[in-house]
């Protein structure tokens, strides 16, 4: 049905920046949410960020001030604007999209190291 294509991911120093895109392919008649969230190895999953339809935005504690989530509807892409990065920031970052169902990304690494 649909595909979650990510993308952005890497390696940086500490104090580093990065932004993750996520692009929707297939047919979308309407949009509940995106969001981004990460896994940390040995931890659970945890939501980092998610905008609405409405636009309204949610932010992890931890990422606050830091994080900056965006969209583009006319292009079905959410995205993840990384600002001073810290060390425990690195995890595998999943896109995540509400329509109908819930659809989730491959994933993409992020690592924040010296």
């Known amino acids: 049905q649909l595909q979650l294509v990510e993308s952005g991911g890497g390696e940086v120093q500490p104090g580093g920046s990065l932004r993750l895109s996520c692009a929707a392919s297939?047919?979308?008649?309407?949009?509940?949410?995106m969001g981004w969230y990460r896994q940390a190895p040995g931890k659970q999953r945890e939501m980092a960020a998610t905008?609405?339809?409405?636009?309204?935005?949610n932010y992890a504690d931890s990422v606050k001030g830091r994080f900056t989530i965006s969209r583009d509807n006319a292009k079905n892409t959410v995205y993840l604007q990384m600002n001073s990065l810290k060390p425990e920031d690195t995890a595998v970052y999943y896109c995540?999209?509400?329509?109908?169902?819930?659809?989730w990304g491959q994933g993409t690494q992020v690592t924040v190291s010296s």
């Open positions: 995540r999209l509400i329509t109908d169902r819930d659809y």
């Open positions: 297939g047919r979308i008649f309407s949009v509940n949410l």
């Open positions: 905008i609405t339809s409405g636009g309204l935005t």
